[in-house]
């Protein structure tokens, strides 16, 4: 099948490009453009609200009348302004109104379609003039005022010269006479000529124009003399300011609507108003000067349209203009609407790409068949940053073929570039260059006949460089250069150039990587293509192009050069070939090792510290040999990188670490990585370079200006190549420890080498710390931590020192915690073989390889057992062995000091009943009675039995955080002690640990059972119960003491308090009191609906007679109830606690606004105070209202007989008669 055959559109035929807003002559071509809208969701949406705002605003004043339609070249903005001006003046086209004809275009499931056509059924309403145009093109718009040029449109839209003076003197004023078309037929009598073809030159027919003035108005102007005066004299005023403009407008406004009795509205339409405005500050005043005075005199009557290419927002930025400025307009501009490209790719699927039935089938065939794996490779481009492309599925693949998705998406993103770059910025976005015109182009007269293809062909981008070229986008020089590339380039074929054209047309989208897949992507040809294939075909084109200094490569993309930067690349090119291996060794160091105290490494190999344990352990890093400075730790760490493969191999490194020098070093052998050597050596050379060009005083401005864009952007980028190169290398490599070689787990996470290479590093810590578990602690206070310990404060004692575990509960030293066993360890094997133990050789060896621990914990250790009577001090020749002695904290405080005390362990005992009682504990526990009399047995039971507890607590607490009950103190406290049993390893400490917390742990136990029952059994339930009572505290201050509603709330909040919601008579009364609750909220929710109900009514039956009293006319009576009698109908309709509960409120409210309106109503009768006033005097103020209520005369407010009646009424009647006479309004509440 033809290519051509597959469309449901003729899209041979040209589709005419650009809607321009000022061409209204020509009925069919009207007609034609509001039947060919497409209406996408997002103009659907946009359409409705401004549609809605317009009609809601007849006849009421309006300051909000301007609408801001922004969106980049083909988006579709020229083309929605023009169309919603058609919807409000609604014209009759070709017999049909524009509404009756955009009705067809709507939907008929769209969801606004209702909306829309209820907003179109009003434009009878109101008539609406339209004066539409481009201002960037009418003459002399960038040195004329803009009054002057909107003035002159209007008066040409009226049938007046072009001569904004001719006009605005003479025809106006002979408008107003009756006498304007005597004028004309005058005119045209003279010349010979109709008024339409003089009105456009009047300066060519001067002398017919005078002449006719004289004749029609001799009594103003006799001569041709005094014409010509009284046009000098008027020259010399000001006729074009934004006010004259403005009120010239609103007269002729209310002269139509006084001739026809319908509201008139003008509307501009000021297209492309961004080429306008530019940089120039001064005319974006002028166009805030105008919008401002549009809407403060206008008042809804006159309404405008600016569409321009950025939002309001960057307007403002490039014209350089105040924010204050900015939020004052934006203020008038109630709809902002960005259309994007979004937009106009569906106009384009439409009007477009629409495909036959049996074309579409065809399509989705093609893509199943050829491959969606093989199709969608070539449709999507790969590694797109900070942005999204769209997908090319099997349906997106058919609506856009033979183009791909991305494709279509991309080409507003080229056309800005190619125009940026050209500093043209939105200069030519009024020209035939839009997505529409350049895709179509592309089928009908590309380089290929594209439309007379077989299916299966694809359009290649190097075709939109193809059309763009000739419509003249392309800079002359880099066309000249492409041109030239079959004969300058040796071996040059059409491939290469066309790889050079979509080259240079992706050259400054630094979204898109220029990688040789991407590429690739950019030239298919056909389905049958592969990117593989086509990488294949167009790599010996970039190897030509890249001998030919025309394109340059960086990591692994591409660039086309022009001009400074081919330069700039032989520069690189010959200082890369002068590179020697230390040269590499030197700038690697230099550059992403270590340099001038900036830890460089940290880039790629992140940090210089292991985890283990929840603790971090720092080592000695070195790379490549280099020492890294600042870097410390019991272990090294050497690693060799890519750059050291050759001269080391990983056998030589294993024989090394066997070496008893090495024992605790580990090292890392970097894999290789091909292009390591070559990225650096790029990496250098460019940046030894950029240094070059930027400091060279003979580089022109414009070679400077490049070496800092290749500083800022393609320096980074190689420096991110290079680290990624040696991340890939730590991805590949291997690690080595005491003879033992291993490649790198990634553990899935191949984006986090230098994390995993850590991780694996931590699996040795427990051959190089074996015993650091045991006290895994960082004490972050030492001072506080060792008076605390040596006073016995362990009810204040700090998080460290708990933490440590050195007292029991009740409040004495643990001999048997982990840290006061490994120092009384380590003094007693020592003292066996008569060793004298000084604090720096306990430090270095607790600290040190094996154990890991810090030596802070081990001084606090120490004053622990100093204070048990476990260790005594020696100092010189003095013992100490109190705990309270001063010089003996002193010792203990100061590292200096403590290092060279002597050490000497003393005995302690342990209590045998205390193993009795604790095994008893165990069997009353687990009903298990056949536990051995041993720690270790004792201890084993206790790791079953806590270790379900702790199960069963940990799904109780997740369950409870979520659904907000709250956990007795038994409960809290016993699942702690119980963890903090479960942590204790050594069977000796966890015995004694039970013992000292036995009470807390067996509430523990029993408070765990209750819970992780109820949980299962009442978890629903329980979570009702908290959102019926969340909800009745919303509305509690209107509950009645005596409601069950409030009953449940107190027991509820009681229970809740003592945290004994599950407990089984108390979950029981409470859900009885819920149900009472329920029952009892049900007649309260009525009576509050009735209360409502009757306040309406009573407001408006009151209503006739309050219009009588107030002198109003009975009309007005819907007008005012309407929103009593909207609140009314929907009384039954509200249904939460908290919207019935309000509705007695709401009602008042609205019968107090009720009579606010009234009193406004009453206001606007009354004479206006000049009026009013006689003999020139002052108008009177305004009285100022005040309110009265019962509570303010009374504290008794309440009446049971007439007497307390006649008593409140005489009180209230003094209050109000004493402000009248105080010259105020009185409102009764």
């Not at 069919?28 to 453009?33: D, I, P, T, Y």
């Not at 955009?102 to 829309?116: C, K, Q, V, Y």
């Not at 720096?840 to 154990?851: E, H, N, P, T, W």
């Not at 942590?983 to 059972?1009: I, T």
Request: glycine share 6%; proline share 4%; net charge negative.
């Amino acid at each position: 099948m033809r290519i051509g055959d597959l469309f449901d559109t003729p899209v041979a035929d040209k589709i005419e490009p650009v809607i321009k807003v000022g061409e209204r002559a020509d009925e069919a071509k009207l007609a034609g453009e509001v039947s060919s809208y497409v209406v996408t969701p997002t103009i659907e949406k946009h359409l409705d609200d401004m549609l809605e705002h317009w009609t809601d605003t007849l006849r009421n004043k309006q300051t909000e009348i301007g609408i801001w339609i922004s969106g980049y070249f083909g988006s579709g903005k020229s083309h929605f302004a023009k169309i919603f001006s058609l919807l409000v003046a609604n014209p009759t086209l070709k017999g049909r109104t524009a509404a009756e004809i955009f009705e067809t275009r709507l939907l008929s499931d769209a969801p606004h379609r209702g909306s829309i056509l209820r907003s179109l059924s009003r434009m009878g309403e109101c008539e609406c003039g339209v004066l539409a145009f481009n201002l960037h093109t009418i003459a002399d718009s960038k040195t004329r005022p803009l009054p002057a040029i909107l003035l002159s449109q209007y008066y040409q839209s009226m049938g007046f010269s072009a001569n904004l003076l001719y006009a605005r003197v003479i025809e106006a004023e002979l408008a107003n006479q009756g006498k304007l078309d005597q004028l004309h037929k005058s005119v045209e009598m003279r010349t010979g000529k109709k008024w339409s073809e003089i009105q456009s030159n009047p300066g060519f027919y001067r002398n017919h124009l005078y002449d006719a003035v004289v004749e029609v108005a001799p009594n103003n102007f006799p001569t041709r003399a005094d014409v010509d005066k009284s046009l000098s004299d008027a020259q010399k005023g000001e006729l074009h300011n934004v006010r004259f403009l403005v009120q010239t407008i609103l007269d002729d406004l209310d002269k139509r609507e006084r001739e026809t009795g319908k509201e008139q509205r003008l509307l501009f339409v000021l297209d492309e108003s961004g080429q306008w405005i530019q940089d120039d500050s001064g005319r974006l005043a002028q166009l805030q000067a105008l919008v401002e005075e549009a809407a403060t005199a206008g008042q809804g009557k006159i309404w405008i349209i600016v569409t321009t290419h950025g939002d309001m927002g960057s307007i403002y930025k490039e014209a350089k203009a105040l924010e204050g400025d900015m939020k004052k307009i934006e203020g008038r501009f109630r709809f902002k609407p960005a259309l994007t490209t979004e937009n106009i790719e569906l106009v384009l699927e439409d009007r477009l790409f629409r495909k036959t039935a049996a074309g579409a089938i065809c399509l989705q065939k093609e893509y199943e068949t050829k491959g969606s794996g093989t199709i969608r490779g070539l449709g999507e481009l790969a590694n797109v940053t900070s942005r999204s492309l769209p997908s090319c599925t099997k349906e997106s693949f058919a609506t856009y073929y033979p183009f791909f998705p991305y494709q279509v998406n991309l080409i507003p993103e080229i056309v800005k570039s190619l125009r940026s770059k050209g500093g043209r910025g939105e200069q030519l976005s009024g020209s035939t260059r839009t997505l529409l015109a350049i895709t179509q182009d592309i089928l009908r007269s590309g380089r290929r006949g594209y439309l007379d293809e077989e299916l299966g062909a694809l359009v290649s981008y190097h075709e939109l460089y193809y059309n763009l070229a000739g419509e003249g986008e392309v800079s002359p020089d880099v066309r000249t250069d492409i041109g030239k590339i079959k004969k300058d380039v040796p071996g040059a074929i059409d491939l290469t150039q066309y790889v050079a054209e979509v080259l240079y047309l992706i050259r400054e989208l630094s979204f898109i990587p220029r990688s040789i897949d991407n590429i690739a992507r950019l030239l298919p040809e056909s389905t049958d293509d592969d990117v593989q294939s086509v990488a294949t075909r167009i790599l010996p084109e970039l190897e030509r192009l890249m001998r030919a200094g025309m394109v340059g490569r960086t990591g692994d993309e591409y660039e086309f050069l022009t001009g400074e930067k081919r330069s700039f690349e032989e520069d690189v090119a010959n200082l890369e070939a002068g590179f020697m291996q230390q040269d590499r060794e030197r700038g690697l160091q230099d550059e992403f090792v270590y340099s001038q105290g900036k830890l460089q490494h940290r880039e790629w190999l992140d940090s210089n510290a292991i985890e283990y344990k929840g603790h971090e352990f720092s080592v000695k890093v070195s790379v490549d040999g280099f020492e890294i400075p600042g870097t410390k730790g019991d272990v090294s760490f050497r690693f060799f990188t890519p750059l050291a493969i050759g001269r080391v191999s990983l056998q030589e490194i294993e024989n090394q670490s066997l070496r008893d020098d090495n024992v605790n070093t580990v090292f890392f052998v970097s894999g290789r990585v091909d292009e390591f050597d070559r990225d650096l050596e790029r990496y250098l050379a460019m940046q030894s370079t950029i240094q070059s060009w930027v400091g060279d005083p003979q580089k022109s401005d414009d070679a400077r200006v490049l070496a800092e864009e290749r500083n800022n952007e393609d320096l980074p980028k190689l420096r991110r190549r290079v680290i990624e190169h040696l991340r890939t290398g730590i991805r590949t490599g291997h690690l080595v420890f005491r003879g033992a070689s291993r490649q790198l787990n990634l553990h899935g996470d191949p984006s986090k080498p230098s994390k995993a290479m850590r991780v694996n590093m931590a699996e040795y810590w427990p051959r190089l710390y074996p015993k650091f578990d045991k006290v895994p602690i960082r004490i972050s206070s030492d001072q506080r931590a060792i008076k605390d310990v040596l006073s016995g404060e362990t009810s204040a004692a700090t998080q460290d020192v708990r933490s440590l575990k050195l007292f029991d509960k009740a409040g004495k030293v643990d001999l048997f915690c982990p840290l006061l066993d490994g120092i009384k360890m380590h003094l007693s094997t020592e003292q066996r073989e008569k060793r004298r133990v000084l604090g720096s050789a306990l430090v270095d060896r607790l600290s040190g390889i094996g154990y890991g621990w810090d030596p802070n914990a081990i001084r606090v250790g120490v004053a622990a057992l100093v204070r048990a009577g476990a260790v005594k001090v020696v100092v010189g020749q003095k013992e100490y062995a109190n705990a309270g002695d001063p010089d003996l904290a002193k010792t203990l405080l100061n590292n200096r000091d403590f290092n060279k005390a002597e050490l000497i362990l003393e005995d302690a005992t342990i209590d045998p009943p205390v193993l009795e009682a604790v095994r008893k504990f165990i069997i009353k526990l687990s009903k298990k009675r056949r536990i051995d009399e041993t720690p270790a047995a004792i201890a084993e039971a206790t790791e079953a039995v806590g270790t379900v507890l702790r199960d069963q607590a940990d799904e109780v607490e997740n369950w409870a955080s979520g659904a907000g009950l709250p956990l007795p103190e038994e409960f809290v406290k016993g699942t702690s002690g119980w963890r903090d049993v479960l942590d204790l390893k050594n069977p000796v400490h966890r015995v004694n640990a039970v013992f000292s917390s036995m009470e807390d742990l067996e509430g523990g136990f029993d408070s765990v059972a209750l819970h992780s029952e109820f949980r299962k059994n009442n978890g629903e339930a329980y979570r009702t119960l908290v959102s019926s009572a969340r909800g009745y505290e919303a509305i509690e201050h209107r509950i009645p003491a005596d409601n069950a509603a409030s009953s449940f709330l107190a027991e509820y909040r009681a229970a809740y308090d003592a945290a004994s919601i599950a407990s089984h008579p108390i979950w029981n009364s409470l859900q009885s009191k819920q149900t009472q609750a329920a029952a009892g909220i049900k007649p309260l929710l009525q009576a509050w609906r009735d209360e409502a109900r009757s306040t309406i009514d009573k407001a408006l039956k009151r209503l006739p007679a309050d219009l009588a009293d107030h002198g109003l006319d009975s009309n007005f009576e819907a007008q005012l109830a309407q929103p009593l009698q909207a609140f009314a109908d929907k009384i039954d309709s509200d249904a939460t606690l908290v919207q019935v509960s309000a509705l007695s409120r709401t009602a008042e409210d609205l019968v107090r606004d009720l009579g606010n309106r009234i009193v406004v109503e009453v206001n606007k009768r009354k004479p206006k105070p000049d009026d009013a006033v006689p003999d020139g005097k002052p108008a009177p103020k305004p009285r100022e209202l005040k309110s009265v209520r019962a509570t303010d005369v009374a504290t008794v407010t309440r009446v049971s007989d007439i007497a307390q009646w006649d008593a409140l009424q005489k009180r209230l009647d003094k209050r109000v008669r004493e402000l009248l006479d105080g010259g105020y309004d009185v409102e009764l509440k």
